[in-house]
């Protein structure tokens, strides 16, 4: 971070506006090209292969009859994709995912691949191949997978981060704590202590658009890619290191993205498509079927959970522990990490411990799910302390204040916070008119607060001024919901030029310098930091040639309202000189005008939201409807409030989902019960109430604009904002997600047979 | 087997070549090259493949290409008036009733089979006939209220 990316506290004129986005238009006529919409010249058809067993062996394969078939062009197996990994233990991973090696580690993890002239003669091929598996012993429960006995998925896994190293391996991959402070002397100043454990079921992104590409690997050794994708440049590093070929030789052509949520953060056909590609020497079109979507690619963790806290009878909390078990899939994550890290960060903590252990499961490969492991740990955290509120008789809002972390408040993960969004959040939940609103029958109301970090990154973008003085921005950053309007009104506020000025494209890795995953809200924090400095970068230029337009010293020049105008006594006079003048004027004052910036985008705010939510529950049925939803989130600047609002929305649904319904169901074969979308239910519009927002700006000091990312935080609490209020309907407390119906009906018939007991007994 | 389909496809007479079990979504797709008609799932379950036979919404994975002999298919790709959008689209850009705008056409086509029946429909009747429609991006508040704008407008007209 430098001098030049402190936020300033400036006025805006075009950043907080809400003018339509430039891919508009596209997506509402059909135009726009996803993943599966790019076709190429004589393009294969490829198909993938996968594992029918969640734990085994492979002794051979054979592929000699779908070789013959008439049609097929190409048929791979791991020995295609030989290993060049190097002893890179993350990059061997992502290949063994890719195409399995030596052992098949969950249901649909794929074992070859074939490319054909059409899809039909596809899967035929598929079924003509002949693998010969050795069945082995499996589990794919998370608690299951830490006992005692457990089948163990590599006998090479000993558990990381604990000392001595153990003696035996075990499913636990990696182990990791954090925290501050003693919690027995914390818990020994406690009035009271809850503990509890809790559970979450896997969910899956659930975005609409399956994985999609197109690659083409010419004779040469050099290749194209177009693919649905978070992260271009990533993709490019990966498929290039994995087939061994120059990364510079590679191009990859993000097209748009219908939906990741962190979900295409990973490569997963890209490399096999890329290997059919090389073999058949023609194009080759992978696109995933909603099933290999749910069996083969990113979920979330399940998780196992347990907390401890307690709270003095004034309020004020004295110590948290918790120990997260997080499922990874067969390959060791971050996701406990991640999990332990985020448990306590909204608050202000003398004694916190937490302890995160990757759990290794047979199934699939865990990847990011917007603001990956915190709603679980938020859950199990939230639940607690509306508990301890109940508990003391403290209402839960005025609990969550009195403790909320604030500026200088040292983290439960290690760092010091700035100026922080936690407590205005809850102040401004108090305040809401939902808060006081009148509850109706089996209704109940809850609320829960979530934290995100936000992730900055390397960056680089390209502002170019065309000869008629408008400007095309290049980003390197994927527009996942509106990031090209938002950078473009970034662009329009430094340059001074009306936001229809200005026009965003995401370049390919060819045209631009690297640019970092799309993820962690990075991508309007990052881009649009290095949009000012490309926007500053083109004035300094600007200001140049308008002094040899007018021959004056370039000091003598400033940059205001879309023009270069003369300062001083002697120049002051002149006629301000606007951009389209100095545009126009450029083949005769040194050519071309543009641009650039690289840098590495630190000091990405912090993210706080609260969420308020009314419930009704059927008490016959247990069937459980959310009537009114509210999230209160800071976005340090909200660039486009609109589509702020749409990213608070969208991942509260997301959320909604989570708590009441998603779920994966592994049946004890070992096999995915429920890989499609009608049994993997996801929210549909007649599921949801609108859902309010209120966008809290307390500008992020490490940004010029003051801007947070806004993308992940909002699924964080409804998880537990649900639970809490389920739990203030009926007196409940559910402590497994998702809250289904029966899960709820029989917490009800639990606590009526209790309260019936009590009677008798009484 | 192949076989030749003759149908109306946005007004204009079309023929395609199709397979007897190929679905008229990827008909509409590979053979006739109507893109905008986006596959979610293949099996009924997302929407994001609607589009209107005969006056009626269907999901055209569900379809066969064959069955669209001699009948009327309305896309996505046949809303606008030349370069004049339809009510609904540009109601939908000004909303934000679109992210990443996968399940945009899918919910278009059912928005507009929905209000050509009932003009003045309820927030209840616009979230029920718009149930067939995942979208995962924007939790459908904006996409519920895009079409509460259209119906307005459109009953202004
Ligand atoms: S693709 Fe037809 S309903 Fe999903
Ligand atoms: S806008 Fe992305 S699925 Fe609806």
């Known amino acids: ?762 | 087997m192949t076989n030749l389909v003759n149908t109306n496809i946005n007004g204009d007479a079309v023929g395609f070549a199709c397979e007897a079990d190929e679905t008229l979504l990827d008909a509409l797709r590979n053979r006739v090259g109507l893109k905008g008609v986006k596959e979610g799932c293949g099996t009924g379950d997302c929407g994001a493949c609607s589009v209107i036979l005969d006056g009626t919404l269907v999901c055209s994975c569900l379809v066969l290409g064959m069955e669209v002999e001699g009948r009327t298919v309305e896309t996505v790709e046949g809303l606008s008036n030349g370069a004049e959008l339809h009510t609904l689209q540009s109601k939908f850009i000004e909303h934000a009733a679109l992210q990443c705008g996968i399940c945009t056409p899918g919910f278009l086509m059912a928005a507009k089979a929905l209000l050509k029946n009932n003009p003045d429909p309820s927030e209840e009747e616009i979230r029920y006939a718009l149930a067939g429609n995942l979208c995962r991006c924007t939790g459908y508040d904006k996409i519920v209220r895009a079409v509460q704008a259209t119906a307005a407008e459109l009953r202004e007209a």
Request: a negative charge; charged letters at 20%; glycine letters at 10%.
């Open chain 1, 1 to 762: 971070m430098t001098a030049d990316t402190k936020f300033t506290g400036q006025t805006f004129k075009s950043v907080g506006t809400r003018p339509l986005r430039p891919d508009g238009i596209d997506k509402v006529t059909g135009r726009a090209r996803y993943g599966a919409d790019i076709d190429l010249p004589g393009q294969l058809v490829g198909s993938i292969l996968r594992s029918p067993h969640p734990h085994a062996a492979i002794r051979a394969i054979n592929t000699s009859k779908a070789e013959a078939l008439q049609g097929v062009k190409a048929v791979i197996t791991a020995a295609d994709l030989p290993d060049l990994t190097n002893g890179n233990k993350e990059l061997f991973d992502i290949l063994d995912n890719c195409m399995a090696r030596t052992h098949v580690y969950y249901d649909g993890h794929a074992v070859a691949a074939v490319a054909a002239v059409d899809a039909v003669t596809a899967r035929k091929a598929l079924k003509l191949i002949k693998v010969d598996y050795e069945i082995l012993p499996h589990v794919t429960d998370v608690d299951e997978a830490v006992a005692p006995g457990a089948p163990v998925l590599h006998k090479k896994c000993f558990t990381q981060g604990v000392e001595p190293k153990p003696k035996k391996p075990s499913n636990i991959a990696r182990r990791s704590e954090f925290g501050h402070g003693d919690v027995d002397a914390g818990f020994a100043k406690a009035d009271v202590i809850i503990e509890r454990t809790f559970r979450t079921e896997q969910t899956h992104q659930g975005y609409i658009e399956p994985h999609a590409c197109v690659a083409s690997i010419s004779p040469d050794g050099s290749g194209e890619l177009w693919v649905c994708t978070q992260g271009h440049f990533v993709f490019r590093q990966h498929c290039a290191e994995l087939l061994g070929m120059d990364v510079s030789k590679l191009r990859v052509t993000p097209t748009e993205i219908g939906g990741g949520f962190g979900g295409k953060t990973h490569v997963w056909a890209e490399p096999v498509a890329l290997a059919l590609s090389r073999k058949a020497n023609r194009p080759v079109k992978l696109v995933m079927s909603r099933d290999e979507v749910f069996r083969a690619s990113g979920p979330t963790s399940a998780t196992s959970i347990d907390i401890r806290i307690g709270v003095t009878k004034k309020g004020r909390i004295t110590a948290g522990d918790a120990t997260l078990r997080y499922t990874s899939g067969p390959y060791v994550g971050m996701w406990a990490e991640l999990g332990a890290m985020t448990s306590f960060a909204c608050y202000d903590m003398k004694h916190v411990r937490t302890v995160g252990l990757e759990v290794l499961v047979n199934r699939p490969k865990t990847t990011a799910y917007r603001a990956p492991s915190a709603p679980m740990a938020a859950f199990a955290v939230e639940s607690v302390i509306d508990e301890l509120a109940g508990r003391i008789g403290m209402d839960p809002v005025d609990l969550r204040i009195r403790n909320a972390a604030k500026k200088g408040t040292r983290s439960s993960y290690g760092p010091v916070y700035g100026p922080i969004g936690i407590g205005p959040t809850l102040k401004a939940a108090k305040e809401h008119p939902h808060m006081s609103a009148p509850l109706g029958e089996n209704q109940g109301r809850g609320m829960a607060c979530g934290f995100w970090f936000n992730f900055g990154g390397q960056t680089c973008t390209d502002l170019n001024i065309a000869p008629d003085g408008t400007v095309s921005l290049t980003v390197g950053t994927i527009d996942v919901g509106g990031a090209r309007a938002s950078l473009a009104l970034v662009a329009a506020e430094e340059l001074g030029i009306p936001y229809d000025q200005v026009r965003t494209v995401v370049g390919d890795t060819s045209t631009l310098g690297y640019n970092d995953m799309t993820d962690g809200s990075r991508g309007t924090f990052s881009s649009s930091m290095a949009t000012i400095m490309s926007a500053r970068n083109a004035i300094s230029i600007l200001k140049e040639r308008a002094a040899k337009m007018w021959d004056i010293p370039v000091e003598k020049v400033i940059w205001e309202d879309g023009c270069a105008k003369a300062v001083g006594k002697k120049h002051g006079n002149l006629a301000p000189l606007s951009l389209a003048e100095i545009a126009e004027a450029a083949p005769n004052t040194g050519g071309p005008i543009a641009g650039h910036n690289e840098l590495v985008a630190d000091g990405a705010g912090v993210s706080f939201a609260t969420h308020i939510c009314d419930v009704e529950v059927d008490p016959e049925t247990g069937r459980t409807q959310v009537v009114r939803y509210t999230v209160i989130q800071d976005a340090g600047k909200a660039v486009h409030p609109t589509y702020v609002e749409g990213q608070y929305q969208g991942g509260a649904a997301q959320g909604i989902g989570w708590a009441l319904n998603e779920e994966y169901v592994y049946g004890d074969d070992g096999r995915l019960q429920n890989a499609g979308f009608l049994d993997y239910r996801i929210p549909v519009c007649s599921d949801l109430p609108m859902i309010d927002t209120q966008i809290l700006e307390i500008p992020n000091p490490n940004h010029p604009y003051g801007i947070r990312g806004v993308g992940e935080t909002s699924i964080v609490p409804p998880l537990a904002a649900i639970g809490n209020a389920v739990s203030n309907a009926f007196g409940v407390r559910m402590t497994h997600v998702p809250m289904s119906a029966p899960r709820i009906l029989a917490a009800l018939d639990e606590a009526q047979a209790a309260a019936s007991e009590d009677v008798e007994t009484a």
